[in-house]
């Protein structure tokens, strides 16, 4: 980690930059594989796994045998600790459920929002060297909780055409529909136009590889909604005198694991706390079996020692970390400082991973900055919030004045005709 | 309107077909002007502003005098038409704020969400033949109510370098920051990039032509977030027996009225209904002041006679149009039919145009189809919402096997490490 003692100001922004991601360079052989599953549908899918994945797919659904050898063959002490991460995920989530509220906001004029799920939503779980259950599990749960009626899954299977037991168990655990062996950008494909045995969604979930993200954003341009705009994991963590070295060193490292191209930011007021972080971060990092990924994403990663409280609240909302950790024991009233973050973990024993895995809260999240402007994925990313009015004769009778001047002052006639009509009729 | 009786399933999709917008044509001049402004800042935009649309900006920040005098200038009428708007669409967004629901998912482990205004939105509202101060009522308002710290807005002033005394009342009602006699293009790069005087923004919310849509689709691929994808105005009505046909005609007009490019559609199982409706059009069409316009945009809509309601809701659920009106004396058992819609009117007084202008709910909705997965404008697009995570000593003590456990098969052992730390500091 490179240490930038009291930068100016007007260097924090290029402090701040994240690595240059370029998906438009990945965008003709992308659109390549999106337009030959848009012609060519399931044939296209077998022919493209096998070449750019190895994978050679008979029958892309999983049917309820594979389901059923798969809860037998998963250990009971991981599905055991899966149930407990599904029931407080799902606990959290639920809770974002929104009552219903009439409100007459005038006389007879009634107005509310009604949450409806998306009808067809997929999710994408990629593949590489582990199987990534926790993010049906973050994903899975809301569609669920929403109500959204079709809920599809693409992940691509091993090279003998399996899927990993602990995913098929948590998939059916949360109630996936359909679970399909396709992964790359053929996976985008089939859920974006639909093939013969994909059905066609309206919304996109899910992380992946360069390609993928590409994907998900060109389809975005052709009218299907997706989650996040993509971009690497990261971290921040600001840590005071209260903080404990070692937790936060294993904090940083938790985050340089997940690729080389991870990022962490660590800020602080206090040389001293600083050097004992970076001294546990290489103490850890020896013995850690990811440790070239670690060391890679570390070469990135910057350790920023600030003047004051006010400095480093500033840099971290500048920043817009998708995780921030609080390390330590003022970290309540620290977290009102907190602006743009996509999940916040408040003192000491609050650790990403718990966050990560099974506390309640998701862990798909706005990267890159885009904090700023965005949420993490909730059981609002799953819904369309519907507004509904009804007015009645005297709802019009008092309202109407006031749309017609309206519409007559924008040159709306016919606008304010639909009005004037109604109270005529009343006269 | 083109009258289509009893149209098979199978030819739904091609029969509900919006018109094809392509922005990606204007990509070259548009990406021109952004990359323009982007370099060259305020002198970029005085030059494009006179070369584009005529209009010569000696100083583009409204002053407080030009506020004063619009105040002044308004007509009195039409100021309190805008106020009584105000409160109602007040009202109905205060109601959307979300409470903060601190909830212990395991003991010792609470997570919450808090919703925190996005610091800097850019409202853009087009010029053209009418001043759209609604607009600015249905941006601004839940934007404030946001706490959104910097809320600009960019319109493109007249010949004269003047904006129209009403848009600036309501701009100050509001309580817009700044306000930006800048139009076009380079208003959405203005508030993009940021420039001498125009303060670079977040999110960009508001409606305008192709161009201004094709720029917020291209600073949104760079990292900008903007309100909704876009596309031109439409409404659906569902109309029986228990309907009034003249009022339909109204409203199937007053979305004509739009533009050239808005869409209608009617929907019945009725054909003396459909008949009694086209007859009234044509009536109320000849008299009306945007005639031509309207006409156009009939040539597009479309009036389908189907067999039953289930018909009728599986037709319109597929189309997912902007604004929804139930012509129907039983329009409250109607609603639960209803699954993609932006905004859905209930009953034969409940007019579009109320919800236009005054009812309180928003009128910036998704089009093109876009309601299948999003919402329209409400108090959760100015925010994010930020998760938080507190786990004490306990609650990780309770919650650490299990995060180990799934943290050890997901193959990410730093993840694991976090927690065995701060497990074996307990023993």
């Known amino acids: 980690m490179k240490l930038i003692k009291y930068p100016k100001r007007r260097t924090w922004s290029q402090l701040l930059k994240r690595p240059a991601i370029d998906t438009l360079a990945l965008e003709q052989t992308t659109t390549e594989i999106l337009s030959k599953v848009k012609s060519e549908g399931d044939s296209a899918i077998k022919k493209l796994s096998l070449k750019y994945e190895g994978a050679t797919i008979v029958r892309p659904l999983v049917n309820q045998e594979e389901l059923k050898k798969a809860e037998q063959n998963c250990d009971s002490k991981l599905k055991k600790a899966i149930s407990i991460a599904f029931n407080n995920i799902r606990k ?41 259950f926790s993010t049906i599990l973050m994903l899975g749960i809301p569609a669920k909780l929403a109500g959204c009626k079709e809920i599809i899954l693409c992940t691509p299977p091993n090279s003998k055409g399996e899927l990993d037991a602990a995913m098929l168990f948590t998939a059916k655990l949360v109630g996936i529909d359909k679970i399909f062996k396709i992964g790359g950008v053929q996976a985008i494909a089939a859920m974006a136009y639909g093939t013969e045995t994909v059905p066609k969604v309206y919304k996109i979930f899910g992380p992946g590889n360069q390609y993928v993200a590409c994907a998900k954003q060109l389809v975005n341009r052709e009218g299907v909604a997706i989650d996040l705009p993509a971009g690497p994991s990261e971290v921040a963590v600001f840590a005071d005198q209260t903080c404990v070295p070692s937790y936060v060193a294993a904090d940083l490292l938790s985050q340089a694991e997940h690729g ?151 040159g709306l006639a016919a606008h304010k005709n639909a009005v004037t009509l109604r109270l005529k009729k009343q006269a």
């Open 92 to 132: 959290f989530h639920l809770a974002q459920k929104e009552k219903e509220v009439r409100l007459e906001t005038t006389d007879g004029v009634t107005c509310w929002r009604k949450s409806v799920g998306i009808e067809k939503v997929g999710l994408y779980i990629p593949g590489g060297s582990a199987p990534l």
């Open 260 to 410: 080389a191209d991870s990022q962490v930011l660590l800020v602080s007021c206090f040389d001293s706390v600083i050097k004992k972080i970076l001294m546990e971060l290489e103490k850890q990092l020896k013995v850690l079996p990811r440790k070239a990924i670690a060391s890679e994403a570390l070469k990135n990663s910057k350790a920023v020692l600030v003047l004051n409280k006010d400095e480093a609240f500033d840099l971290l909302n500048l920043y817009a970390p998708e995780h921030l950790i609080l390390a330590s024991k003022n970290s309540d009233k620290l977290s009102s400082r907190v602006v743009n973050a996509g999940s916040v973990f408040l003192g000491n024993y609050s650790c990403e991973s718990a966050g990560d895995y099974a506390s309640g809260t998701n862990h798909t999240l706005p990267t890159n900055g885009h904090a700023k402007a965005h949420s993490g994925i909730s059981l609002d990313s799953f819904v369309k919030k519907i507004t509904f009015q009804k007015i009645t004769k005297k709802g019009i009778r008092l309202l109407g004045s006031t749309v017609e001047l309206m519409a007559e002052a924008e």
